[in-house]
């Protein structure tokens, strides 16, 4: 008796948190998965990377309690989430030069939204009209009685909701940059009522914050290379894929140099630039090769400098108001006593700035907030110029869906329709629904109901 031919393996391109997650779900179900990565080692924009003598994170990822998605593949593959990181309810604590400029903490135990109404009474560096300003705009959002459609900026909507100028500098203008990585006046309204509903809208534990206590290739991806691998997947790092094949408008395999390998299908897991790149020689795709053109970037600046191992910040992570630096991470909590890490979101002048001069910028408003601490010993400084795409207004009609106009050729990134910001979430949302997509229109030996049962209603 002859032996059935094999099919063509599925063939993730890319192997960020996107991609990676993409083939679980795909392997999870009985689809034979091939994951390529240009780079030699997983994670995409999100992994840890050897800078000289330094083993550094290629930026800081804080996640919440609402990252259910990303939290659930985490655990699949064999991540312990109480060891992974520590868990703490929400507590913002601002500085501003030497004074606490806001300190707010929301409490365990009450319910949502409680848990925000007894945090906003009980803070420190607002006034009380302003706890009641933000409290009302608060809950007009949670409400979802403020109107975004058609989108406009998020500056316009904290001025229309009458959010004073302090109130916006201490408060919404850092969560903003936070979690949008765009300046309030050029971001998305419809994106940023999103990230507040979800992380504030629902139970009190998901606007927890989840600070890593491993370094990010320890968090997801060197477990999801190893899961792949264990369970009859294949990952080839150091494989930049140049090209892909198709036929009679089909996805048929990919290019890597001068090798072609077979595909039953395709996933472009790759930042949209690249996934652009990639289908720019295929007619059928000019369309959506030019709105992934049109989808702009932000960059993200983080600056390492190493202290004393006993050198401590009062709490995992805190806010500068009015200085270059807008975050700083406290790396003890990932085993790296002393290790400082300070983010500069989106654009600015700062890009501008010479490593050196940045760096005596950022050490020098340290010293002011916290005068106790000595010179750093030393300093590295990262500059992804291209880290997230930029969530500017009307960005929503711009993010494509997973399937493309090619048959077998889907997209998965943190860039697509998935209603989410930049974030390792979204990422991991685009890689679930490109995954199940798939499985809806063609799964060997598995009933249909089957195919979309495992993960849904847990998307978002």
């Known amino acids: 008796m002859r032996d059935r031919p094999t099919r063509p393996p599925v063939i993730v391109i890319g192997g960020g948190w996107a991609g990676l997650t993409a083939a679980i779900t795909l392997l999870d179900h009985g689809m034979p998965v091939k994951l390529l990565e240009a780079a030699r080692q997983p994670g995409g924009r999100a992994r840890t990377v050897r800078s000289s003598d330094m083993l550094i994170d290629n930026g800081q990822h804080l996640l919440i309690g609402a990252y259910q998605?990303?939290?659930?593949?985490?655990?699949?593959?064999?991540?312990?989430?109480?060891q992974a990181f520590d868990r703490s309810p929400l507590s913002l604590q601002m500085f501003n030069g030497k004074l606490s400029g806001l300190h707010l903490k929301a409490p365990r135990l009450l319910p949502s939204p409680w848990h925000l109404l007894a945090a906003f009474i009980t803070a420190k560096g607002l006034s009380v009209t302003e706890r009641f300003s933000a409290l009302r705009f608060g809950h007009r959002v949670l409400s979802n009685t403020v109107n975004t459609r058609p989108d406009f900026s998020v500056q316009a909507l904290l001025h229309s909701e009458g959010q004073s100028p302090g109130l916006i500098r201490k408060l919404w203008e850092p969560l903003c940059l936070a979690t949008l990585n765009t300046v309030p006046g050029i971001a998305s309204a419809q994106l940023f009522t999103v990230v507040l509903q979800k992380a504030f809208g629902s139970l009190n534990r998901h606007s927890d914050l989840l600070i890593p206590a491993r370094e990010l290739s320890d968090l997801f991806p060197r477990a999801a290379v190893d899961y792949l691998e264990q369970h009859g997947g294949q990952v080839e790092l150091g494989q930049r894929v140049t090209g892909l094949v198709t036929r009679d408008s089909r996805v048929c395999g990919v290019r890597t140099g001068s090798r072609q390998t077979d595909a039953s299908q395709v996933v472009l897991a790759t930042?949209?630039?690249?996934?652009?790149?990639?289908?720019?020689?295929?007619?059928?795709l000019a369309g959506l090769g030019q709105q992934l053109g049109e989808l702009h970037d932000e960059p993200v600046t983080t600056l390492y400098l190493q202290y004393p191992e006993t050198t401590r910040l009062p709490m995992p992570v805190v806010g500068m108001v009015g200085a270059l630096s807008q975050w700083v991470f406290d790396r003890a909590h990932c085993g790296q006593a002393g290790l400082m890490g300070v983010v500069i979101s989106s654009s600015g002048g700062h890009m501008k700035l010479a490593a050196a001069d940045l760096t005596k910028q950022v050490a020098s408003e340290l010293a002011t907030s916290f005068p106790h601490w000595p010179a750093p010993l030393k300093t590295r400084l990262l500059r992804e110029k291209r880290a997230t795409f930029s969530s500017r207004v009307g960005v929503e009609t711009l993010r494509p869906s997973n399937r493309t106009p090619v048959r077998g050729l889907w997209l998965a990134g943190d860039?697509?329709?998935?209603?989410?910001?930049?974030?390792?979430?979204?990422?991991?949302?685009?890689?679930?629904?490109?995954?199940?997509?798939m499985l809806d229109h063609w799964h060997p030996g598995l009933p249909a109901?089957?195919?979309?049962?495992?993960?849904r209603g847990k998307l978002y």
């Not at 930042?271 to 059928?284: D, E, T, V």
């Not at 860039?415 to 997509?437: K, R």
């Not at 109901?449 to 993960?455: E, K, Y």
């Open 449 to 455: 109901d089957d195919a979309r049962r495992h993960d």
């Open 271 to 284: 930042q949209h630039i690249m996934a652009r790149r990639l289908i720019s020689h295929h007619a059928p």
């Open 69 to 82: 998605s990303t939290l659930s593949v985490m655990a699949r593959v064999g991540i312990d989430l109480e």
């Open 415 to 437: 860039y697509t329709d998935t209603g989410l910001p930049a974030t390792l979430e979204s990422a991991v949302v685009s890689g679930l629904c490109c995954a199940h997509e």
